[in-house]
């Protein structure tokens, strides 16, 4: 069982930069694929980045791309979501998830989810 909190999320005007923090429980954090995932009002939730396991490759949502930088620190158990150049379509829900396997990450069936925090970019 893996529990994943989140941190970082809050309100800015667009153009602005946050970022986000998922602390993972899990003794081997190193085997896992970390991504994040968003949900705006009224839509799926949808796939905006993903890390494997040592960092080696990323993937990213076209809409997000030259954007948002994810990353991982697996001595602290922590992947972050850096986002900058926010607008205000960047506005949901964003979650953190868990996964032995890259394919059911990035697919957006990932095993472990976090709780989301909320991110609202104003215009």
């Known amino acids: 069982q893996v529990q994943l909190v989140e941190s970082g999320g809050g309100l800015v005007q667009a153009g602005g930069s946050l970022k986000l923090s998922c602390v993972a429980s899990a003794r081997t954090f190193t085997t896992y694929a970390m991504g994040w995932f968003r949900q705006a009002p009224g839509k799926e939730r949808e796939f905006v980045a993903g890390?494997?396991?040592?960092?080696?490759?990323?993937d990213y949502a076209n809409s997000v791309k030259g954007r948002f930088t994810i990353s991982r620190d697996n001595a602290k158990n922590t992947v972050y979501l850096q986002m900058n150049s926010l607008k205000p379509e960047d506005t949901a829900v964003y979650y953190c998830?868990?996964?032995?396997?890259?394919?059911?990450?990035?697919?957006?069936?990932?095993?472990?989810w976090g709780q989301g925090t909320q991110v609202t970019i104003s215009s």
């Open positions: 998830a868990a996964d032995l396997r890259w394919s059911d990450l990035v697919r957006g069936g990932p095993d472990y």
């Open positions: 890390v494997t396991r040592t960092s080696g490759s990323t």
